[in-house]
């Protein structure tokens, strides 16, 4: 499992969801820059 700054658990599932897998590469790096804003406040 992966957790998050915060503790939360964040659920992979490449193979059930490929589309959402294929968004979660895309766009990983704007959600590491949403996590780390979100872990300075």
Excluded at 11 to 17: C, G, I, L, R, T
Excluded at 26 to 34: E, G
Aim: charged share 25%; glycine share 2%; net charge negative.
């Amino acid at each position: 499992e992966i957790k998050n700054e915060a503790g939360e658990v964040i659920a992979v599932h490449e193979d059930s969801n490929p589309e959402h897998a294929v968004w979660m590469r895309r766009d990983q790096s704007l959600v590491a820059y949403i996590l780390s804003t979100l872990s300075q406040q």
